[in-house]
């Protein structure tokens, strides 16, 4: 699983980010990504279902959103 470590990074920064990672992975790989930007518990699953990938996990410990998404085949 690839981690992508986005704590303190303002919006559009982690949805950028997250999507040029994704945009490398293999179909069935996984990315891990923690932000503790509010809106990227809105942006990032918007930009996980534009992309067609799978958000296996979304959980909010503190300030920090963690996300696992599945890279559709």
Do not use: H, W, Y
């Amino acid at each position: 699983m690839v981690e992508l470590d986005l704590s303190g990074l303002k919006c559009p920064l982690p949805v950028l980010r997250t999507r040029k990672t994704l945009l490398t992975l293999k179909p069935g790989d996984q990315l891990c990504v923690i932000c503790t930007d509010p809106l990227a518990g809105i942006d990032l699953p918007n930009l996980i279902r534009e992309l067609g990938d799978d958000l296996l996990e979304q959980r909010q410990d503190g300030n920090a959103i963690t996300f696992v998404i599945r890279k559709a085949p």
